[in-house]
């Protein structure tokens, strides 16, 4: 069965600094990967998803993450963390079912802080 | 009109009382979610509908009711509820092709408080 598992539960980094949110599966065929987006008092955004066309995928607001099949890996990265980043961030993968629909596997969740 | 939208977005109600949560999405999807969002636990998958058929329920007690009369709309229905399901209530919806690879799109949730 697929899982997530996302490494640290708050992280905090200074305005400009670099982000880094990590993310780590387990999936039994070639998975399909999410990561998205909650600001406060508001539903989950897509940031981005992988679905094996590049290994580097780019997203909203300046974030993009790498698939590491060797690793099992797939970290969000933003090369300079401004204030309105501060969210909490979940990675997913995808559990397609019998019946047709696609069932997201989340993780637990980083609280991104992002101080001046 | 946002994709999808719930209401109410907040929602007090005692252990004994009756109500309903509402999902509508605006975006021609066939399939649409609930999710249980409480504290530092990750989404909980409550039920999923696919073309209006119920397609999963995940061990949800029966005082959580859905309801999907056609592709557009949700509904939860609650009642007699326990202090343990207060929680964020989000609905999704996605237009399923069979690949595993669509996205599903949230509404910003009913935040319910049991007393």
């Known amino acids: 069965a697929q899982s997530v598992t996302q490494l640290g539960s708050h992280v905090s980094v200074s305005e400009g600094a670099l982000v880094l949110l990590r993310c780590n599966y387990s999936s039994s065929v070639p998975p399909y990967l999410f990561w998205y987006v909650q600001y406060p008092n508001q539903g989950l955004q897509l940031l981005l998803k992988y679905t094996s066309a590049a290994t580097l995928v780019k997203g909203i607001n300046g974030f993009e993450a790498e698939f590491k099949k060797s690793e099992t890996s797939f970290h969000l990265t933003k090369p300079s963390a401004h204030m309105s980043d501060a969210a909490e961030y979940f990675c997913?993968?995808?559990?397609?079912?019998?019946?047709?629909?696609?069932?997201?596997?989340f993780g637990a969740g980083t609280r991104l802080a992002v101080h001046p | 009109e946002t994709g999808v939208t719930q209401t109410p977005r907040h929602l007090v109600m005692g252990m004994t009382n009756k109500k309903s949560l509402k999902c509508e999405q605006h975006?021609?999807?066939?399939?649409m979610y609930w999710y249980k969002q409480s504290a530092k636990k990750p989404l909980e998958l409550m039920f999923v509908?696919?073309?209006?058929?119920?397609?999963e329920n995940n061990s949800v007690p029966s005082r959580f009711s859905p309801e999907c009369p056609n592709s557009s709309h949700l509904f939860l229905h609650l009642h007699t509820l326990q202090p343990e399901d207060s929680a964020l209530y989000l609905c999704?919806?996605?237009?399923?092709?069979?690949?595993?690879?669509?996205?599903?799109?949230f509404g910003a949730g009913t935040r319910l408080s049991v007393l």
């Open positions: 975006l021609g999807h066939n399939a």
């Open positions: 509908y696919n073309f209006k058929e119920q397609t």
């Open positions: 999704a919806s996605s237009q399923e092709s069979g690949t595993g690879a669509n996205i599903q799109y």
């Open positions: 997913a993968v995808s559990d397609l079912r019998s019946g047709g629909y696609n069932k997201l596997i």
